[in-house]
């Protein structure tokens, strides 16, 4: 590996990395959300080393997606305020580029930021912000927003939340915006086509389609997210890989699956032993990025999942993971949406 920039104190790396698929409230740097914690004197714990503990999913925890959501209520405590959402968004985005992320689509729910009294366009400019200050001292890197609507606060918030994040999309701003419309949250019960309006308004308003589906549900919630809500992404999409007409389906209209190996493996969305279905998409024809979800609960970093990637395809990895980033680059939605849907 190259020594880091002297002068910026950021790693180069042999490939630009591009980053599809990362949480916010999951990807908080441990030590800012604790300083964050002891200012207002909300810190569970006594020590950093224990809060650590409680922020990152540890080995004992492993194979459950509720145990590994668990780790997401911590952050909430203190990101209910314009100015701590701001400080998050920006310690995030500035962790990405000195790891030699490149592009960087966060993704974020306003709707669980507003419990302290903040609108939800107010929610989504905080996190605007945190974002543009870095971008204003690192121009060459590309950023945007990915707003998420939540499965269990149902479709009706979800297309109240699908206008309100058009208010702020990258192509009414001169500055980073909000670039693509998802839903997450718990799968089960809650099918991707109950949302359908939802992404209607999304895509007429310009903003990408991408959505959580087949994490931990079976592959007709993927078939939904492509057929119902038009997505052009999908978010895991671990179970497509039992359905070979569905495989063919992506492969065919060239939808991404934003593949997260370090979470996937975690959750249990993909056992421990098997073989992650980001090969099986590969070898399909199916286009695929390389993500990292949470950096911080999965202990992560999107240069880690890419040297994963390289070791567990074997020879002429380097090519491939280089050929996965650059297939990203162009699936991004930063630049690409305007009224109406994509453009080319």
Not at 24 to 44: A, C, K, M, N, Y
Not at 46 to 73: I, P
Not at 77 to 103: C, K, L, P
Not at 167 to 177: I, N, V, Y
Request: glycine share 10%; proline share 5%; charged share 20%.
């Amino acid at each position: 590996m190259t020594r880091g920039d002297a002068a910026t104190g950021r790693t180069p790396r042999a490939m630009p990395l591009v980053e599809l698929h990362q949480h916010v409230d999951g990807s908080i740097p441990p030590r800012v959300l604790w300083e964050l914690l002891r200012t207002f004197s909300l810190h569970p714990v006594e020590t950093y080393e224990e809060m650590e503990r409680r922020l990152v999913l540890q080995e004992v925890e492993e194979g459950s997606l509720l145990a590994y959501l668990d780790k997401f209520h911590y952050p909430l405590w203190i990101t209910q305020f314009y100015e701590n959402i701001q400080d998050v968004a920006e310690s995030i985005v500035r962790a990405a580029w000195a790891n030699g992320v490149e592009t960087l689509e966060l993704r974020y729910s306003p709707v669980i930021h507003t419990y302290g009294g903040l609108t939800v366009r107010q929610s989504i400019r905080a996190v605007l912000s945190g974002i543009n200050r870095v971008v204003r001292d690192h121009p060459t890197l590309r950023c945007g927003l990915v707003v998420i609507a939540m499965r269990q606060h149902g479709p009706h918030i979800a297309k109240i939340l699908a206008r309100q994040t058009i208010g702020e999309a990258e192509h009414l701003h001169d500055r980073c915006g909000a670039v693509g419309f998802d839903i997450a949250g718990p799968e089960r019960g809650n099918p991707p086509k109950l949302f359908r309006e939802a992404f209607e308004v999304a895509r007429l308003g310009g903003l990408g389609i991408t959505a959580h589906a087949g994490e931990d549900a079976g592959s007709d919630y993927v078939w939904q997210a492509v057929e119902d809500l038009g997505a052009q992404r999908i978010g895991h999409g671990c179970s497509a890989i039992t359905d070979r007409e569905l495989m063919a389906r992506l492969a065919r209209d060239r939808v991404l699956v934003e593949c997260c190996p370090t979470s996937n493996f975690q959750t249990g969305a993909v056992g421990k032993d098997a073989r992650h279905p980001v090969f099986a998409f590969r070898e399909a024809g199916v286009p695929v990025a390389l993500c990292t979800d949470n950096t911080t609960v999965s202990n992560t970093t999107l240069a880690q999942e890419t040297e994963w990637f390289v070791r567990e395809y074997g020879a002429g990895g380097r090519d491939a993971a280089a050929a996965i980033h650059e297939t990203a680059s162009r699936h991004s939605f930063l630049g690409r949406t305007a009224p109406g849907g994509l453009v080319s």
